[in-house]
C-alpha cells in the first residue's frame, strides 16, 4: 500500500534531530537536561511520531508537528525518563502476595529497622562481646531456632537458592528422590528439575502424577541415592484418586536407609491459618518437628518479611551447608538481615504477629472490615460528582497468592467500576498507566475491579485522585 499525499505530507513536515536541539537548547529546562538523555529522548519522540503517521489510524495531525507542540512532548518524554523506574503502585488486584508487585509489604517495625542500620555501621559481622569476626546469620539463626524448634538454621537470598544450596551440599553427583506428582514449576522459571539439574544432583522420580507410596519411594532407594525430597505443590492442587506420602512417613524411611530427608515448604509458614478460618497449611514447625533435615522457605510470601530463603534443620547438616562455597554467592544483606530479624522477632507473639505483619493482617481481614473499605471507597468516588461514573459492589474472592493456598478463595467485597464512554480495558489501562500512582486492578465483566482488601485505608484518596484526573483529562 502506498502512502496517501496526508501522510507524505506530514513525514515532510516532521523536523529533524538537529534542528529540534537547537530549539530545545533555547530552553532553560533542557539547558539541565544531559546531552545524551536530550539527544535519545528526540529521537525517540521523533521516531515514535513517524510511526504514527505510518500506522493506519493516524490521529497525527499537522498541530502536532509545529516546534512548540513537539518540545511539550519532549519535555514530558524527558520527565518520564528521569523519574524512577521502580515505583509506588496501588495494588487493588486482591491477590495479597503478589510477585509481581513485591510480595511482601514489610510491617512498620521491619521498615524502621531497616533504615537505622542501612543508614549507619552495624555489628554484621562483627562480634561484640569478643571483639572478632561474628558470623553475619548469628542476628536471625537463634530466633529462627526459637520459633520453629530446629536446631540450627541459615538464610541465603530466596528459596530457589536455598533449594540449590541443600541440593548442591547434599546429593551433588547422587540421586535424589521426588514424587511425580512434586516435581512443580513455579512462576518465573523455577522448576524443580531444572534446579536439581544445576545443583549437579541426578533426579529419580518416583510414582504416578496423581498417586505416589511409600514403596515407590522404597523401590527406588539404591546406594547412589543421596537425598529423598518432598515439595510442596505450591501454586497447584491435586484433587480426587490421589495419594502421597507425609513427611514423618518420608522421615521413618530416611532413617532406616540412612539418607537425609529434606522438604522445600515454598511459602512457609510460622502460623496455623486454620485458627483464622482459613485452610490449613502446613507449619515450619510441622516439618521441623517430623524430623526433617532441612526445611526450606521463603522469607516474602507468608512469612511477610523481605526476600530470603530460610533453611532449617540438623546442625550438622547446616554446618555443612555453611562452609559450602555456594553461600558467600547466595549470601544476604544487611538490609535483608534487618527486616529479617524485626519480622521475626513479631512471630514471638503469634497474635501479634497477625495484627502486626501486612501480609497476615490482609490475609485474615474480616468481610465486614473490607465491606466498610469499599463503602467507603464507593463514596469517596461518587463524591467527585461525575455523571460518567458507575461504582457496583460485588461479591467477588481475593486470593493468597505467592504459591500459597491456591483452593482458597477469600470472600471478599469489591468495587465494579465503569465509566460511560469508557471501555473497561481503557480505564485499566489508564490507571495503570497514565495517573501519578499506577493503581493496578483487574477486569471482569468488563468492569473495572478494584479489591479493598490490598488496598490500604490512606491509599483510598490517592485512588480518588486518580478518578479525579481520569474525569479531568478524557
Ligand atoms: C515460591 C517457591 C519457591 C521459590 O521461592 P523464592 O523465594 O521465590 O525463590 C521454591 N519452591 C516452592 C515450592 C515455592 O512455592
Redesign the pocket.
Known amino acids: 500500500m502506498g502512502l496517501g499525499s496526508k501522510q507524505q505530507n506530514l513525514l515532510r513536515m516532521l523536523p529533524g534531530v538537529d534542528r529540534m536541539l537547537e530549539a530545545a537548547r533555547a530552553e532553560a529546562f533542557f539547558a539541565a537536561v544531559p546531552q545524551i538523555l536530550l539527544t535519545e529522548s528526540l529521537r525517540e519522540v521523533i521516531a515514535s511520531l513517524r510511526e504514527e503517521i505510518l500506522s493506519e489510524e493516524a490521529t497525527v495531525g499537522s498541530d502536532d508537528l509545529n516546534i512548540k507542540t513537539l518540545l511539550d512532548r519532549i519535555r514530558e518524554h524527558v520527565k518520564q525518563r528521569l523519574s524512577p523506574k521502580l515505583k509506588r503502585v496501588i495494588n487493588g488486584t486482591g491477590v495479597v502476595v503478589h510477585?509481581n508487585l513485591g510480595r511482601s509489604l514489610l510491617s512498620e517495625m521491619a521498615v524502621k529497622n531497616l533504615v537505622a542500620i542501612g543508614s549507619r555501621y552495624s555489628n554484621l559481622e562483627f562480634d561484640l562481646s569478643k571483639g572478632i569476626r561474628g558470623s553475619r546469620y548469628a542476628a536471625v539463626e537463634e530466633i529462627l531456632c526459637e520459633i520453629s524448634g530446629g536446631e540450627a538454621a541459615m538464610v541465603v537470598n530466596?528459596?530457589?537458592?536455598?533449594?540449590l544450596l541443600c541440593l548442591e551440599t547434599l546429593a551433588s553427583g547422587k540421586k535424589v528422590i521426588v514424587s511425580r506428582g512434586e516435581l512443580?514449576e513455579?512462576g518465573?522459571s523455577?522448576r524443580i528439575p531444572d534446579v536439581m539439574a544445576k545443583s549437579g544432583a541426578i533426579l529419580k522420580e518416583v510414582g504416578t502424577t496423581n498417586r505416589t507410596h511409600r514403596h515407590d519411594y522404597e523401590g527406588a532407594i539404591e546406594n547412589e541415592t543421596g537425598l529423598l525430597l518432598k515439595?510442596?505443590?505450591?501454586?497447584y492442587s491435586m484433587v480426587g484418586f490421589t495419594a502421597s506420602v507425609s513427611l514423618s512417613e518420608l522421615v521413618e524411611l530416611g532413617r532406616t536407609y540412612h539418607i537425609p530427608v529434606m522438604e522445600?515448604?515454598?511459602?512457609g509458614t510460622f502460623i496455623d491459618l486454620s485458627k483464622y478460618g482459613l485452610m490449613k497449611e502446613p507449619t515450619v514447625q510441622e516439618s521441623v518437628a517430623a524430623g526433617a533435615d532441612a526445611v526450606?522457605f521463603?522469607?516474602?510470601?507468608l512469612l511477610g518479611g523481605p526476600?530470603?530463603?530460610i533453611i532449617i534443620g540438623k546442625k550438622e547438616l547446616l554446618d555443612r551447608i555453611k562452609k559450602n562455597p555456594l553461600t558467600r554467592a547466595l549470601r544476604i544483606d544487611k538490609l535483608t538481615l534487618a527486616a529479617l530479624e524485626s519480622t521475626l522477632s513479631l512471630y514471638r507473639d503469634k497474635d501479634s504477629a497477625v495484627a502486626s505483619i501486612p501480609t497476615l493482617k490482609m490475609i485474615t481481614t474480616s468481610l465486614k472490615d473490607i465491606t466498610k473499605r469499599a463503602r467507603s471507597l464507593q463514596r469517596e468516588l461518587k463524591k467527585l460528582g461525575s455523571p460518567r461514573l458507575r461504582v457496583i459492589l460485588m461479591d467477588l474472592s481475593s486470593r493468597v497468592g505467592?504459591?500459597?493456598l491456591p483452593m482458597l478463595n477469600l470472600p471478599s467485597k469489591c468495587l465494579g467500576i465503569r465509566i460511560e464512554g469508557m471501555s473497561a480495558n481503557v480505564l485499566e489501562r489508564f490507571m495503570r498507566e497514565k495517573t501519578e500512582l499506577p493503581v493496578i486492578g483487574r477486569i471482569e465483566a468488563d468492569l473495572f475491579i478494584l479489591d479493598p482488601r490490598t488496598i490500604q485505608d490512606e491509599e483510598i484518596p490517592i485512588i480518588k485522585n486518580a478518578f479525579s484526573d481520569l474525569f479531568q483529562r478524557t
Open positions: 510477585t530466596n528459596n530457589a537458592g536455598a533449594v512443580v513455579i518465573g523455577f515439595v510442596h505443590q505450591s501454586n522445600d515448604l515454598g511459602s526450606t521463603s522469607g516474602d510470601k526476600q530470603a530463603g505467592g504459591g500459597a
